[in-house]
């Protein structure tokens, strides 16, 4: 059996901090995801500002299709995979600036946040415009209906009623959203008419969008899955169906596919057939699913990126997970890719996830630090981080961690010179 080895914390010395007139852009409120959403509203504002005094109700009708349709496509899953694909195509050759701004695609995200919010802006001056211009009771009903249905998507998305009722907000953007395109297309009709429509540029979009929204449940699929439960913290689930997915992608399963979907990170192993995911105990369904294990599960879609497929962006990097965070990294780990050096804090690894999983992440890293806080306590993963990417030579370091410890990592690196890349939770 391998040993761990404990990472020491002992004389370790945080790089300086950025001058003020570079840390200033490392901060949270302006990180990539809220700039990509205040250029969406920039640009909605130009075009309002060169479209007035001319703005009617079909212009803002158009003018808030257009946005919906970025809020839509940006999270179709195949235009995430070609955005990653295209942003991770640039050589470790060019400068580290440009490499480190790169691998910030995954803030895409922003786009969708923009789009939706200038698409609702646009919609209900829509709204207004058509009932000062005295338009048909038909279209009047649909559009008070559809604005009704943006403001109970919108006030969801509110970060602290989010975070307390995901559930809610996973089920009121899944039907509201599926009801709101129903509605678009009897507002685009009751618009336009029959005989025009098929001319209308309206009515191609909405085709768009209707094969977008469609697309992943022509894949729905239930399949039969194998589960091993090391303990009652962890279940880690194998799967053969299908193609292997490719490492850095993630899977979303459910149990009620029209209720509830969560995603987790595909593990490929290089030599067999299939691919794992680690499920931890963090909350309701994943207790549930740790204590209840089914024989087959519901799968949709397609394998899409994560964060950690920007690796290939740089020479050395270092990945720091705490607890089932090890999961995203694995995967990587094995790929042996991009030389990588792994920092993990767990509570007591081999008896949380199992010999068999920790001796095979041992045996692609055997320079490993890994932190047992049920020794140690919980360690300072910013200093353990930046003591790793100080003694490996890494260019960047990559967390897969709680959204709290993630940020507190990213933005504790980056504000002292370190490109450093965590989830942004913004699906």
């Given at each position: 059996?391998?040993?761990?080895?404990?990472?020491?914390?002992?004389?370790?010395?945080?790089?300086?901090?950025?001058?003020?007139?570079?840390?200033?852009?490392?901060?949270?409120?302006?990180?990539?995801?809220?700039?990509?959403?205040?250029?969406?509203?920039?640009?909605?504002?130009?075009?309002?500002?060169?479209?007035?005094?001319?703005?009617?109700?079909?212009?803002?009708?158009?003018?808030?299709?257009?946005?919906?349709?970025?809020?839509?496509?940006?999270?179709?899953?195949?235009?995430?995979?070609?955005?990653?694909?295209?942003?991770?195509?640039?050589?470790?050759?060019?400068?580290?600036?440009?490499?480190?701004?790169?691998?910030?695609?995954?803030?895409?995200?922003?786009?969708?946040?923009?789009?939706?919010?200038?698409?609702?802006?646009?919609?209900?001056?829509?709204?207004?415009?058509?009932?000062?211009e005295r338009a048909t009771a038909d279209v009047l009903l649909l559009a008070y209906a559809l604005v009704g249905l943006f403001a109970a998507m919108l006030v969801t998305t509110i970060p602290k009623l989010r975070a307390?009722?995901?559930?809610?907000?996973?089920?009121?953007?899944?039907?509201?959203?599926?009801?709101?395109?129903?509605?678009?297309?009897?507002?685009?009709?009751?618009?336009?008419?029959?005989?025009?429509?098929?001319?209308?540029?309206?009515?191609?979009?909405?085709?768009?969008?209707?094969?977008?929204?469609?697309?992943?449940?022509?894949?729905?699929?239930?399949?039969?899955?194998?589960?091993?439960?090391?303990?009652?913290?962890?279940?880690?689930?194998?799967?053969?169906?299908?193609?292997?997915?490719?490492?850095?992608?993630?899977?979303?399963?459910?149990?009620?596919?029209?209720?509830?979907?969560?995603?987790?990170?595909?593990?490929?192993?290089?030599?067999?057939?299939?691919?794992?995911?680690?499920?931890?105990?963090?909350?309701?369904?994943?207790?549930?699913?740790?204590?209840?294990?089914?024989?087959?599960?519901?799968?949709?879609?397609?394998?899409?990126?994560?964060?950690?497929?920007?690796?290939?962006?740089?020479?050395?990097?270092?990945?720091?997970?705490?607890?089932?965070?090890?999961?995203?990294?694995?995967?990587?780990?094995?790929?042996?890719?991009?030389?990588?050096?792994?920092?993990?804090?767990?509570?007591?690894?081999?008896?949380?996830?199992?010999?068999?999983?920790?001796?095979?992440?041992?045996?692609?890293?055997?320079?490993?630090?890994?932190?047992?806080?049920?020794?140690?306590?919980?360690?300072?993963?910013?200093?353990?981080?930046?003591?790793?990417?100080?003694?490996?030579?890494?260019?960047?370091?990559?967390?897969?961690?709680?959204?709290?410890?993630?940020?507190?990592?990213?933005?504790?690196?980056?504000?002292?010179?370190?490109?450093?890349?965590?989830?942004?939770?913004?699906?």
């Amino acid at each position: 059996m391998t040993q761990l080895k404990h990472a020491p914390l002992d004389d370790v010395t945080l790089p300086p901090l950025l001058p003020l007139a570079r840390r200033v852009f490392k901060h949270p409120v302006l990180m990539h995801f809220n700039r990509l959403a205040a250029a969406v509203i920039a640009v909605n504002a130009i075009v309002l500002a060169t479209a007035l005094p001319g703005v009617d109700a079909e212009f803002a009708s158009r003018a808030a299709l257009f946005n919906f349709a970025l809020a839509i496509l940006i999270r179709r899953q195949r235009l995430i995979n070609l955005l990653f694909r295209i942003a991770t195509s640039a050589p470790v050759t060019w400068p580290l600036r440009v490499r480190w701004t790169l691998a910030k695609v995954y803030h895409f995200g922003g786009l969708h946040v923009g789009g939706a919010v200038a698409g609702s802006l646009w919609f209900a001056a829509f709204v207004a415009l058509a009932t000062v211009e005295r338009a048909t009771a038909d279209v009047l009903l649909l559009a008070y209906a559809l604005v009704g249905l943006f403001a109970a998507m919108l006030v969801t998305t509110i970060p602290k009623l989010r975070a307390e009722n995901h559930n809610r907000f996973e089920l009121v953007h899944r039907f509201g959203g599926w009801s709101s395109l129903v509605l678009l297309w009897a507002l685009t009709v009751a618009q336009i008419g029959h005989r025009e429509l098929l001319a209308s540029l309206e009515f191609w979009v909405l085709v768009a969008l209707t094969a977008a929204v469609v697309a992943p449940w022509t894949r729905l699929r239930r399949v039969p899955v194998d589960i091993k439960r090391p303990s009652s913290h962890v279940a880690i689930a194998r799967f053969t169906h299908g193609r292997k997915p490719f490492a850095g992608s993630s899977t979303a399963i459910s149990r009620s596919p029209l209720l509830e979907w969560h995603s987790f990170a595909n593990i490929p192993s290089p030599d067999e057939h299939g691919f794992r995911l680690t499920i931890s105990r963090a909350g309701d369904w994943t207790g549930r699913f740790i204590d209840d294990l089914p024989s087959h599960v519901w799968v949709k879609g397609i394998t899409t990126a994560g964060v950690a497929n920007i690796e290939v962006l740089f020479r050395k990097v270092v990945y720091v997970a705490t607890g089932s965070g090890i999961g995203p990294c694995l995967p990587h780990l094995l790929a042996q890719e991009v030389p990588a050096l792994l920092v993990w804090s767990t509570r007591s690894p081999r008896q949380t996830f199992g010999d068999e999983l920790v001796d095979e992440i041992l045996a692609v890293q055997p320079e490993a630090r890994i932190w047992d806080t049920a020794l140690h306590g919980k360690p300072d993963m910013v200093r353990l981080a930046a003591a790793a990417h100080r003694d490996f030579g890494a260019e960047a370091v990559i967390c897969i961690s709680n959204k709290k410890l993630t940020w507190q990592v990213v933005h504790g690196l980056e504000r002292r010179g370190i490109p450093a890349y965590g989830a942004i939770w913004d699906s």
